[in-house]
């Protein structure tokens, strides 16, 4: 059996992930990060009475320090990670003319130098086991969005990120899987303007079980077969 760390662990697509990882039987053991995740006994217990043993770890991941609580949190325990999804991550709708170096900085600090900080400290774990990184990137690091510039930036770096990475691990039979999800139907996203939100409303969005299952279906594949890009998108969405 195979252990598994999970970023943005406490709702959404990640939370989604870690019940079906355990309803399935695809780890043993699973790490589950968020800012504030060890206060939450009900998903304990969920783990517990499959059988799973869980790991909660209280992490900014936009943070040095918060990467590294992660990794010395798991360590402590004698874990080794065979599976590391990426899925930590935020979005804020501003036009550049209103942006500032704060939110730029959180933004990127997150879903950039955190993902890829993160992925160097648990590098030669994936390596020694031949695992399989799994990076959420979005749509978005396809196609921009008025509104979205730093967000899609930061999507759209994830992608080179991951195309890199493959390139430096595929001949240690590490697996890095890129899967960029459309609009899914989670509280994400902040300062979003009433136009978004109608937007939104018209789509008949993706649920996070969704791209759960999508995840699932990948880490499932053979260790030779490795599916490299998903773009999952709600079949009425246009881009």
Sequence with gaps: MKIALITGASKGIGYHIAKKMAEQKIVNKIVLVARNISSNSELGNYFKNLGIEPLFVDADLSTRDGADRVYENVKKNGWVIDILINNAGRGIFNFLKDESFETINEIISLNVTGLIYLTSLFI???????????????????????????????????????????????????????????????????????????????????????????????????EHVSLNEILIRPTNQPR
């Design 124 to 222: 030669q774990d994936l390596i020694d086991n031949k695992g399989t990184i799994v990076n959420i990137a979005s749509v978005a690091g396809r196609k921009g969005f008025a509104g979205l510039s730093v967000y899609c930036a930061s999507k759209w770096a994830v992608v080179g990120f991951s195309e890199s990475l493959r390139d430096e691990l595929c001949s240690k039979n590490v697996r890095v899987i890129t899967v960029e999800p459309g609009l899914v139907d989670t509280d994400w996203g902040e300062n979003l303007p009433e136009g978004f939100k109608e937007y939104k409303k018209s789509v008949k969005m993706l649920t996070p079980e969704d791209v759960a299952e999508t995840i699932l279906f990948v880490l499932k594949q053979p």
